[in-house]
């Protein structure tokens, strides 16, 4: 798979791409199938909603479950990335978002990048976010929602919301995002929403402000979202837990094309339990850092 | 206005008929100017979101503010209720619904006629939920969402909701709800969710399923919902206030068809505020009801 070049020129102006069906019914299936069990865990790494039992996000799956330690490694999903940077990735952040059917609650809108440069001290936006569509989505449950554009403005004033939902957040303004919105078309284009059958694939700008709305329907939104980062962008603190922004910066190894639907072998580091080490965290920059500075 | 043996027809069928367009911009301006004002008095029939400032409903305009009389008396509204039923209609409620920008919250999956049945004793389901979009209607502002069909289930099990928002609501569960969708067609139009200009206009079932989402766009999506009910069918108890279940059973007398845009006059009996009579409620039924039983 090769970005063609109308696909770089959409990518720089509307800040994402959307390949529809990208991955097979089959394909797809075998992930969906590993998620209940995933969800049921009694664990750190399952953000619940607010006032429900229903999982919000799951962290780094990719550690502890064959079918999405695969799909980490997938090329369809990591190729066009390193083409679009030019350099190879590591895994920063992988998770499994339920929107859950008459449960999924708002994302608000938001940048990711603010997040990682604030907290991860991730130098320069060079991290790429990926959307898999686990079920269908459509207009009735909660799909993503995109400011075209919007990335061009790099990173945007936020104001941490801790009350909303069950996970906090980097919240963009309203009048903000009116703005970015009304210069992205008004209510022509300046709101988007890649809807498509599961299977369906997302590349979008890690500074490309966008939320979700609540899922009201009987359809689950299951996608998982990756967060692609250029090796040499690495973040320089772990103010976070490894489970929410990883610590292994060695390029992601591409399997085969088929490596959803054969047993190819994958290393599962924490499939027998987190590590206490994944947990602990510190406020001071990464010291190999600050030798070099 | 007249409706055709189809829309009769589909009106049967799917339990709504979609008037896209039925009122010009300018006659919806009229009435979508005079909302802030309604908006920020601050009374018992402005019902604000949870946690938030911003009116989620407000009930009773059509006594107190002179272009939301005339609405109520506009005969492109009235007359073709009044043709479903074949006989005159009162105003049983009239709510202009706020699902404001950013704030506007959800309404969950219900029904209109239980309440009115549970409530007010609203002795069958000729009455007519009539909704008029005061701004455009997208998929991004929380659109009225419908279940085709489930008004032929008459009055569902439904559960008293006092948490998830502001406002009380007798709640459809779950289970029933996606059954009510897969028997619709699933996601082949099992959810279906009209939408078009300021202006447009929808009646639908008292008995019709509906829910809406919250609105996370920029673009407020004000609409009025009156509920206009068959005289003959008038409600037999006054359990709830009379600024939420109206107590005047005369039928509607039109007025022209360019009442939004001359000043005819109107009565408005609660111009100078609401009277102490209209917050009186009983769980009794009418006197005179009991006396003819």
């Given amino acids: 798979m090769k970005l063609t070049p109308q696909q770089l020129e959409q990518f720089d102006r509307e800040g994402y791409l959307f390949f529809p069906g990208l991955f097979t019914r089959e394909e797809t299936k075998v992930l969906n199938d590993a998620v209940p069990e995933l969800y049921a865990r009694r664990e750190a790494y399952n953000v619940r909603e607010k006032g429900s039992d229903a999982v919000r996000t799951n962290f780094a799956a990719h ?4 079918p999405f330690a695969r799909l980490a490694r997938h090329p369809r999903m990591v190729q066009p990335v390193v ?11 992988f998770k499994i978002n ?3 059917a008459f449960e999924g609650d708002v994302w608000q809108w938001h940048q990711d ?4 440069l604030n907290d991860d001290m991730m130098p320069t936006e060079r991290a790429m976010n990926v959307a898999i569509f686990l079920d269908d989505v459509n207009e009735f449950n909660g799909p993503l929602m995109f400011i075209p554009g ?3 403005r790099g990173v945007v004033d936020a104001k941490h919301d801790l009350s909303t939902t069950s996970y906090p957040l980097w919240v963009v303004n309203n009048e903000l995002v009116s703005k970015l919105v009304e210069r992205a078309g008004g209510k022509e284009g300046g709101i988007v929403s890649p809807q498509g059958p599961a299977g369906s694939m997302i590349l979008f700008h890690s500074c490309l402000v966008h939320a979700s709305s609540s899922n009201l329907s009987p ?3 299951v996608s998982v979202y990756l967060s692609l980062c250029a090796v040499s962008n690495h973040i320089r603190r772990h103010k976070r837990p490894e489970y929410i922004a990883h610590r292994d ?9 088929d490596c959803l639907l054969k047993d190819y072998p994958v290393d599962l580091p924490w499939k027998n339990g987190m590590p206490a080490s994944a947990l602990a965290t510190s406020p001071e920059p990464l010291d190999q850092i600050k030798e070099a500075a």
Avoid at 63 to 66: G, H, P
Avoid at 113 to 116: A, E, I, L, Q, V
Avoid at 249 to 257: E, T
């Fill in 63 to 66: 550690l502890y479950s064959e």
């Fill in 83 to 93: 083409e679009l940077f030019g350099e190879d990735v590591y895994m920063h952040q």
């Fill in 98 to 100: 339920g929107k859950m």
């Fill in 113 to 116: 990048y603010g997040t990682w």
């Fill in 150 to 152: 919007s990335h061009k």
């Fill in 219 to 221: 359809w689950n939104r």
């Fill in 249 to 257: 910066f060695a390029p992601i190894a591409c399997l085969p094309d």
